[in-house]
Nanobody, 122 residues
Framework: HVQLVESGGGSVQAGGSLRLSCSAS????????MGWFRQVPGKERAEVAS???????AYGNSMAGRVFISKDSAKNTLSLQMWNLKPEDTAMYYC?????????????????WGQGTQVTVS
């Protein structure tokens, strides 16, 4: 069982920045696709960014150009740096991991989920 723990959410003014972090076992950072999703009430989760086992990054349309996904192997942490935040970015943000080395980007392809961290932009 993989346990993912997010941190770094909070409230920020429009135009501000936040950095989300996700901790997990080292095996998953080196061997599996991991990603960040977000969800607003009443809507499905949408992928914000992903990184496969080779380190290839991909970004969803919703925040492309305003986010950067990265891994810190020394800390076993997956991070999402966000900037120029907008009120429509307000959502619950989730860290997720797959059972594969490559990413397929659909929510259903991710097997493990964190509890989520709330981001509120006003």
């Amino acid at each position: 069982h993989v346990q993912l723990v997010e941190s770094g959410g909070g409230s920020v003014q429009a135009g501000g920045s936040l950095r989300l972090s996700c901790s997990a076992s080292r095996f998953y950072y080196t061997s599996n696709c991991m990603g960040w999703f977000r969800q607003v009430p009443g809507k499905e989760r949408a992928e914000v960014a992903s990184m496969d086992a080779a380190g290839t990054m991909a970004y969803g349309n919703s925040m492309a150009g305003r986010v950067f996904i990265s891994k810190d192997s020394a800390k076993n942490t997956l991070s999402l740096q966000m900037w120029n935040l907008k009120p429509e970015d307000t959502a619950m943000y989730y860290c997720a991991a797959t059972d594969r080395a490559w990413c397929q980007h659909e929510e259903s392809s991710y097997a493990y989920w964190g509890q989520g961290t709330q981001v509120t932009v006003s």
